[in-house]
């Protein structure tokens, strides 16, 4: 089906209108929802999801790290995800986009709006070395963490992505994509938003999937506030989820929404999640078009703490470029080959030299359970091999911005999916 999106942008919270501004004819009547709903109206231009899409949305978005990157964090609480390497940055002068080609709702330092980012945030800043309250400011800037958590394929990374405009967190169209936190931050004037995609949600069926979902838990429990992820057509709550919710404040996105038919449809979806999550606030997005998007970061900022910023102004993220280099290889084994070999693979960085003049070296080996398993990832003639390490390099070197020389080797861990030992070793 064959859609172009507006975001019909209103939101409905205890009776009142709040926030964003839309053309009044694409305001659609939304008296039922009693929550905050932003609703999408699909018109003409956009495809359903498919086979290819997510390919096509990722490479339409800029590369990962355009901004500069720093380990330290700008004050406050320690960091979450690894702590040791080089954190993902550019070694050349970022390509900086001129503020006219922004959707307004970015700030840029050429642009007015982003004076005031700049300095909200140094004042905040001031303001705590000084010892002041943060809450005690009527213009409190707000930061915190938040834990973007769902069932496995919501649109979880999709959505990071979309929130960062970035790709920074990698997105396949098979679930149990994302097995580690991926934290991508965001500021916006007043506020600033770390934010950490977890894995999917699921029932744990040996020793990797207990420690995705300890992550999870993890994070959960770390974070201000809960980004709960739904896809449109599978309206589920996971039970941890709403047990946190007890204890913190979590806004729900409906995922997804490109694939309905009518904005309507997303009114039964939004009425039955409200029933077990009466106290969130809804937002029904695409993450994979950015459709409802900067309304729902916009609001998700406004909700956390107000306080200083954790991470300087230019920091879009604290992981370091090892971690996304060998993520990009696992989204390349995850796009180009089916059934188990996916989840049974693991992949670790043994080399990675950067060399002055020369393309940088980087050597990984990928670990798979069995010797057919070898065979497959090999394939005739060491084809399937070959092919992997082509696409994987094209993504690293887009994120790297530099030229790499990257060699794969296979090797065989039997079980190590349920092997504690092997699990560490990988950094679970
Ligand atoms: N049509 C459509 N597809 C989407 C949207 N958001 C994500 N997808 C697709 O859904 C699939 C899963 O997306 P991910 O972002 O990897 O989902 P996830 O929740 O991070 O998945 P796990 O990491 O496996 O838990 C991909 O094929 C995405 O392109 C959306 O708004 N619309
Ligand atoms: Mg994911």
């Not at 970035?166 to 994302?178: D, Y």
């Not at 995922?255 to 029933?275: F, G, M, T, W």
């Not at 998700?300 to 102004?313: M, Q, V, W």
């Amino acid at each position: 089906m064959a859609f172009h999106h507006a975001i019909l942008s209103r939101t409905v919270q205890n009776g009142r209108r709040a926030g964003f501004q839309a053309p009044r004819w694409l305001v659609y009547p939304f008296a039922r929802a009693r929550a905050a709903v932003a609703i999408i109206v699909p018109q003409e231009g956009i495809e359903a999801e498919g086979p290819g899409n997510e390919r096509r949305a990722m490479t339409s978005k800029k590369p990962v790290s355009k901004r500069k990157t720093s380990k330290a964090p700008a004050s406050g609480r320690p960091p979450a995800g690894p702590r040791s390497g080089k954190a993902a940055s550019k070694k050349r002068a970022p390509k900086k986009p001129r503020a006219k080609d922004l959707p307004p709702d970015l700030p840029h330092p050429d642009r007015d709006d982003a004076t005031v980012a700049a300095g909200d945030f140094d004042t905040a800043i001031e303001a705590t070395a000084r010892g002041e309250d943060a809450r005690e400011r009527p213009d409190a800037f707000h930061a915190g963490y938040i834990a973007i958590c769902g069932l496995p394929n919501a649109g979880k990374s999709t959505l990071l992505n979309a929130i960062l405009q970035e790709r920074l967190a990698i997105v396949t169209s098979k679930p149990q994509t994302t097995r580690r936190r991926t934290l991508g931050i965001v500021n916006v004037a007043g506020g600033q938003a770390i934010f950490i995609d977890t894995p999917g949600i699921l029932v744990p069926r040996d020793e990797l999937h207990a420690a995705m979902m300890r992550l999870v838990e993890e994070s959960i429990a770390d974070a201000d506030l809960l980004l709960y992820v739904v896809d449109v057509r599978r309206p589920e709550i996971a039970p941890g989820v709403i047990a946190a919710a007890a204890r913190k404040p979590v806004v729900v996105a409906i995922n997804k929404a490109d694939l309905l038919a009518v904005p309507e449809e997303s009114l039964p979806v939004i009425e039955r999640l409200q029933a077990e999550l009466p106290e969130a606030e809804f937002f029904v997005v695409s993450a994979l078009h950015g459709a409802g998007v900067p309304l729902l970061r916009d609001r998700l900022i406004e909700k956390l703490p107000a306080g200083a910023p954790f991470y300087p102004a230019d920091m879009l993220t604290e992981q370091p470029e090892r971690f996304f280099v060998t993520e990009l290889i696992r989204e390349a084994l995850f796009d180009q080959f089916r059934q188990e070999i996916p989840y049974s693979s693991e992949i670790e960085i043994t080399t990675f030299h950067e060399q002055e003049g020369r393309k940088d070296l980087i050597e990984a080996e990928i670990f798979v359970e069995t010797e057919s398993q070898k065979g497959i990832l090999i394939g005739k003639g060491g084809q399937a091999i070959r092919d992997l390490g082509r696409r994987a390099r094209a993504s690293i070197e887009e994120l790297l911005d530099r030229e790499v020389y990257l060699a794969l080797r296979v090797r065989v861990l039997p079980h190590w999916r349920r092997d504690p030992k092997a699990l560490r070793r990988f950094g679970y």
